[in-house]
């Protein structure tokens, strides 16, 4: 019964501190950033930008682009004969209209349902493939892809990297995940891809990070590294400031308007709604543009 209580007891001194270490300086940062901040930002449209359509379809794409987006962001798994499709969960039960796992389906399988809107009505579109997403971005804006899978299973980061090749858009594609194992293979697939790397948060002690697992954090470790994509509750601006001291890019993720997001001096905002921080640039163009 001691040892239950220690370990519950330690479980909470660690959650104490991390909240007292991380959350609560975040709480009382000012909110919003100016017209000439955003300016400085890349806004990336999470998941196609999920607050202009549903989320990871074409359309919705489609205007994450058209707001003015610099990139969108999508997630990609492995059908069973292959196939690299986008689609946030490894299911398809809450997305479309039919049921199964990923995995465990074919493309005609998967493609065979239609994708559901909010309401629970069917749409007329399909889960779309990794390279149908590519043909729809190419030339308007960049891509993030987040590989989802644990590493080693269905080979999906090969198949990422053969894709983005095919496609000759390399230099406009960036990969993230949580995992090191999946970062380190991509990197041993094509040295120039770039790379960022997924973090929930990072402990009071500076020395591991959380996206599922505990790693250590090392700046040797992660060299191949560009960005370091943090939840935007758990990150500080001490944080910030060691990462850039290592050439290293911060993005905050998931956020809406500028009015509800820390103002923290980070290079990227990762987004439901690129239409907000887009509209607001808008607004700074026309007014320098009345001066």
């Known amino acids: 019964m001691n040892k239950k209580i220690n370990i519950l007891f330690g479980a909470g001194a660690i959650v104490a501190g991390y909240v007292a270490y991380n959350v609560i300086p975040n709480l009382f940062y000012r909110r919003g950033y100016t017209f000439h901040e955003m300016d400085m930002l890349s806004i990336i449209a999470h998941r196609g930008g999920a607050g202009l359509g549903v989320e990871n379809t074409l359309s919705c794409i489609e205007r994450g682009i058209a707001a003015g987006a610099d990139a969108v962001e999508v997630d990609v798994h492995v059908t069973s004969d292959g196939e690299v499709v986008v689609c946030h969960d490894d299911s398809i039960d809450r997305t479309t209209n039919g049921m199964g796992r990923i995995s465990d389906l074919t493309l005609e399988q998967v493609q065979s349902f239609r994708i559901v809107d909010s309401a629970g009505n069917p749409t007329a579109e399909h889960i779309p493939t990794l390279a149908e997403v590519v043909s729809a971005v190419a030339g308007k804006c960049k891509l993030l892809i987040e590989v989802k899978h644990e590493y080693g299973r269905y080979d999906i980061e090969r198949k990422v990297v053969q894709i983005v090749h095919d496609a000759g858009i390399s ?76 050439g290293k890019q911060v993005k905050i993720w998931t956020l809406s308007g500028p009015g509800d997001t820390p103002h923290l001096p980070v290079d990227g905002i990762i987004t439901d709604r690129p239409d907000l921080w887009r509209a607001n640039r808008k607004k700074s163009s026309n007014k320098r543009g009345r001066k």
Do not use: C, W
């Not at 990969?175 to 120039?192: G, K, N, T, W, Y």
């Not at 505990?214 to 601006?237: E, G, M, Q």
């Open 171 to 246: 230099d406009n594609v960036a990969v993230q995940s949580f995992s090191d194992e999946s970062l380190d293979e991509l990197h041993r697939l094509d040295a120039a891809l770039k790379l960022e790397k997924l973090v929930l948060f990072r402990n009071g002690g500076l020395t591991k990070i959380f996206g599922g697992k505990f790693p250590k954090f090392d700046y040797k470790k992660y060299a191949h590294v560009s960005s370091f994509n943090f939840y935007y509750r758990s990150l500080t601006r001490r944080m910030i400031d060691e990462l850039h001291s290592h």
